[in-house]
C-alpha cells in the first residue's frame, strides 16, 4: 500500500510544491527511494550506478523548512480555511 500527499501551494500544507509517498511496504519505499535520485540503486554500486529510469525529485532544504513550518501550524491553518 501507498498513499500521496501533494504540497502544491494551494493544499492545506506546502512547500511550494513536490509531494510525500508514504507506504509501509520496503520494497516500493526502495524504489521510490531509487526514483527520486535519479534511478540510483540503494544497493551499492557508487554514485554512477543507476538501475532504472529515475529523477531528480529531491526536495531542498529551504522548502523542506518550508514544509516543517506549515506542519507547526496545520491547526491554525484547517481554522483558516474551514472559515
Not at 3 to 20: C, D, L, M
Not at 23 to 49: F, H, K
Not at 51 to 61: K, M, P, S
Not at 69 to 77: S, V
Request: glycine share 12%; with cysteine.
Amino acid at each position: 500500500h501507498a498513499g500521496v500527499f501533494a504540497f502544491y501551494p494551494n493544499k492545506q500544507i506546502t512547500t511550494g510544491e513536490g509531494g510525500i509517498i508514504t507506504t509501509n511496504n520496503s520494497d516500493v519505499a526502495a524504489l521510490c527511494r531509487s526514483m527520486r535520485n535519479q534511478g540510483r540503486s540503494e544497493e551499492g554500486g557508487g554514485w554512477l550506478n543507476h538501475c532504472r529510469l529515475g529523477y531528480n525529485y529531491r526536495l531542498d532544504e529551504l522548502s523542506a523548512a518550508l514544509g516543517v513550518a506549515q506542519i507547526e501550524r496545520i491547526d491554525e491553518i484547517l481554522a483558516k480555511r474551514e472559515a
